[in-house]
């Protein structure tokens, strides 16, 4: 886009005489001039407007079919689809107690955690995994030792329909369900889940379908997500459906479901270069303003759980020197200000690749000290933990991934980061399936399989995360909680419960009752 075709249609905005829509904003139709839609009010004030494109009602939706039952993923251990008998309203499964940010350390139920795992950002999406194959991915993901998953949000037609808000201001139930789903899988094989609200980068509805959907042929830039007040309101409906919702299965609030680690503004937050300093403001400072806005919104909806930006961990406050080829990563070149951005987080993020940020092989590990220990460093002064949110290595990089990640591992440890994700790790995979965006042809050469043809990085991922689960499990003291709320413990174990497959064998369900305790 020109300058002159930026100018003129900027100039357009701030007029408030943008193209004319009909939209359905949370309900109500807001036909006009988006400009004239002010900031909080649609989120407080009207009722959202939900919509089911998936061919049946919620009793057709989770009853298991035949398709489902000869589903190649069904042979798990549970030999029942548990998840399609929604248990008593109330019932959190196996995780008890929210995650808290006390210090520069993460705690659960007053005792120090941190976590490893991998991006899931495919799990919500019913076009990659049925239901069926999303428990036996979970199975496996615990089974690897899989604390944290990371899910990303999903957006307009950006994936085969139904997306979880396919239009301004209308929400797929459907979509919505299956991210119930997600968290009801998660919470049975103690997995916690990161959820994304927004993405800089184009796939499952990126910020620029996002501007382009309000504004269509304009070729507005994508940051006039950030700026826009249409946009901006549109965004925060969105986040209050998720955030307000009650879960179809369980029956119980996002708000007070602690499977949920934490609500994540977006997904590698950037602006194009030099676009601040184009408009005689300092760097990164156009999404710290919105960061800034966001955050006090996502809070006003949830006490409860943490929030993490998503943003890599560049910052803007290092002037570049002449020649030097890694100043990008803290002269606000990319429009980040880490820092200005991190006051409003719990809880600290980066993200490293080094082979993306065109490191050779016999240089990444410039990125300890001056990189990864330097934003512990920072992220510690400021009284904040510090999580390692992404880190990943294209196939061919190196031989293996394996030292890689032995390196990355083992600075996480002694650094004292409060966990890690990997990307990204896929379960099992099966020979003629089409795996899309999260599988072997993602595109980027990122991801690899626990098992299968291609395994290059698991054996040190499930090493890293095993152990780093067995320590917080140690610290975990014996619990009599049953896993539904309507009979205690005792009753449980007079029934013989306690040697059902299931829930009752795990650590953390009815321990004392079931003879787990010792005297």
């Given at each position: 886009?020109?300058?002159?075709?930026?100018?003129?249609?900027?100039?357009?905005?701030?007029?408030?005489?943008?193209?004319?829509?009909?939209?359905?904003?949370?309900?109500?139709?807001?036909?006009?001039?988006?400009?004239?839609?002010?900031?909080?009010?649609?989120?407080?004030?009207?009722?959202?407007?939900?919509?089911?494109?998936?061919?049946?009602?919620?009793?057709?939706?989770?009853?298991?079919?035949?398709?489902?039952?000869?589903?190649?993923?069904?042979?798990?251990?549970?030999?029942?689809?548990?998840?399609?008998?929604?248990?008593?309203?109330?019932?959190?499964?196996?995780?008890?107690?929210?995650?808290?940010?006390?210090?520069?350390?993460?705690?659960?139920?007053?005792?120090?955690?941190?976590?490893?795992?991998?991006?899931?950002?495919?799990?919500?999406?019913d076009y990659i995994m049925s239901e069926a194959e999303l428990k036996y991915m979970m199975r496996e993901q615990a089974r690897a030792g899989t604390s944290v998953i990371r899910v990303f949000s999903s957006f307009f037609d950006s994936v085969p329909p139904p997306s979880m808000m396919p239009e301004y201001g209308v929400f797929s139930e459907s979509a919505l369900r299956r991210l119930d789903l997600v968290l009801v899988e998660a919470a049975k094989r103690n997995i916690r889940v990161i959820i994304v609200l927004s993405n800089y980068w184009n796939f499952l509805g990126g910020m620029q379908k996002f501007v382009d959907v309000a504004y269509p042929s304009m070729g507005l830039p994508l940051e006039t997500f950030y700026i826009d007040p249409y946009i901006r309101d549109q965004w925060k409906g969105f986040v209050s459906v998720v955030l307000g919702r009650r879960n179809s299965i369980t029956g119980v609030a996002y708000r007070d479901d602690p499977t949920i680690f934490s609500y994540e503004l977006a997904n590698e937050p950037r602006t194009s270069k030099g676009w601040d300093k184009a408009r005689g403001r300092l760097p990164g400072a156009t999404i710290c303003d919105w960061v800034a806005e966001m955050s006090a919104f996502v809070r006003s909806q949830d006490g409860n759980h943490l929030l993490t930006i998503g943003d890599e961990g560049m910052r803007a406050d290092v002037p570049a020197r002449p020649g030097d080829s890694r100043a990008w990563i803290n002269d606000g070149t990319e429009g980040v200000d880490w820092l200005c951005n991190l006051q409003y987080a719990d809880v600290a993020t980066v993200h490293l690749y080094p082979d993306a940020w065109a490191f050779s092989p016999a240089e990444y590990q410039w990125l300890g000290p001056n990189y990864l220990q330097d934003r512990r460093d920072l992220a510690w002064a400021r009284g904040k933990p510090i999580i390692l949110e992404e880190y990943g290595m294209r196939r061919g990089w190196m031989d293996s991934r394996e030292a890689y990640f032995g390196w990355v591992q083992s600075l996480v440890s002694s650094l004292g980061f409060a966990g890690s994700l990997v990307w990204a790790a896929a379960h099992e995979p099966r020979e003629g399936y089409d795996y899309g965006y999260h599988g072997y042809n993602d595109g980027q050469g990122y991801v690899f399989g626990l098992s299968g043809a291609d395994t290059d990085g698991a054996a040190s991922v499930v090493r890293f995360n095993r152990a780093v689960k067995s320590r917080i499990d140690a610290e975990v003291p014996c619990l009599d909680v049953p896993p539904d709320g309507q009979w205690g413990c005792k009753q449980q174990s007079e029934w013989g419960k306690c040697v059902e497959r299931g829930g009752f064998m795990e650590a953390g369900v009815c321990d004392w009752s079931c003879g787990r305790c010792g005297t």
């Open positions: 886009m020109t300058r002159l075709t930026s100018v003129v249609a900027f100039i357009l905005l701030s007029l408030h005489v943008s193209v004319h829509l009909d939209v359905y904003a949370f309900g109500v139709a807001q036909s006009g001039i988006h400009g004239e839609v002010k900031c909080g009010e649609l989120a407080s004030s009207i009722t959202p407007r939900t919509i089911d494109r998936s061919g049946g009602d919620i009793a057709t939706r989770n009853s298991p079919t035949t398709t489902q039952r000869n589903d190649p993923f069904s042979d798990d251990d549970d030999g029942e689809f548990a998840y399609y008998k929604p248990p008593t309203p109330g019932n959190v499964y196996k995780n008890t107690g929210f995650v808290k940010a006390e210090g520069t350390r993460l705690t659960l139920n007053g005792l120090p955690y941190e976590f490893g795992g991998t991006n899931a950002f495919y799990a919500a999406l």
